[in-house]
């Protein structure tokens, strides 16, 4: 647990009567309303429940007076989750959201609108103490690749592709990295891409999970083709707030992939798939 300082700022042109200053703090895991929401995800959207993660009230001036010019009042609060509750960090997806918000409200009197002012606060899980590196040589070929009908297998040329990743296991603030590198194939090489991916579920146990997958950024590695035998690094940074430690909850579930796409200079394209944990670190 850590403690939130921080100095809230009025600037007024004349004195103001107010019935009080407060600040509050919410923190939720909830669907994000979008215009994406569509289909499984917008029929989830009325019927699962936020889950509140923090919730803090907080008086900074009892009822009275503020002075013409500028107003500093400083504050400081735990950053506590609820009993039964753990911090989660967070996180801006397509369907899911985390997010910690401020607001100070300063009461006006009688039928006077109240002024009120919102931040959003970033937070970070605790760091796992200790974790294990978990590396993963790979090798794709036509016989290897999953889900290809008969019919689309024989548009793909023979090939061997191998690589290695550093780890599976991956710790947030630092790079995924490994390489890869074409052995052989029978066509030219158009490109290679490294996708990450996020996958965001919603539901329960007894309903089932919806679940959605989108990318979060793709990096091409290659342009045109290659030598065989040359290892190819392969480096990708994860993105601030588009990404989070993995996470899974009584209703949602937040996972992460990384794809690796070969395009053939004839039009075919292969993948291969890697889910990652995502995790934080000192």
Known sequence: METVYGVCVFNSPKPISHNGIKLSVEGSVALRSSAKNVGAFDSLYNT???????????????PG????????????????????????????????????????????????KNFEAKEEVYATVPPKKTFSLVTKDFYITPDSLRNVSKKMISKVPKFSISGKIDSLVCPISEPFTGYIKVDKSSSLIGSIEVQLIRIES??????????????????????GNVSNELEIP??????????????????????????????????AVVSENFPIQVIRTN
Do not use: W
């Not at 009993?83 to 960090?89: D, G, N, P, T, Y």
């Not at 919603?202 to 342009?223: A, H, M, P």
């Not at 601030?240 to 200079?265: A, D, G, H, Q």
């Open 234 to 267: 392969i480096y990708v940074t994860f993105p601030k707030l588009f990404c989070c430690p993995s996470l899974s909850t009584k209703n949602y579930r937040i996972e992460f992939e990384i794809n690796i796409l070969v395009l053939f200079t004839n039009n």
């Open 65 to 112: 007076k503020l002075p013409q010019g500028k107003t500093e009042i400083p504050f400081e609060f735990p950053f506590q989750p609820l009993v039964e509750s753990k911090l989660i960090e967070t996180y801006h997806g397509v369907y899911v959201n985390i997010a910690y918000t401020m607001t100070i409200v300063l009461a006006r009197k009688g039928i006077l």
């Open 48 to 62: 699962i429940e936020p889950l509140e993660i923090l919730n803090i009230n907080y008086p900074l001036l009892k």
């Open 202 to 223: 919603c539901g329960s146990k007894k309903d089932g999970f919806v679940r959605e997958t989108t990318e979060i950024q793709n990096l091409q590695i290659v342009d």
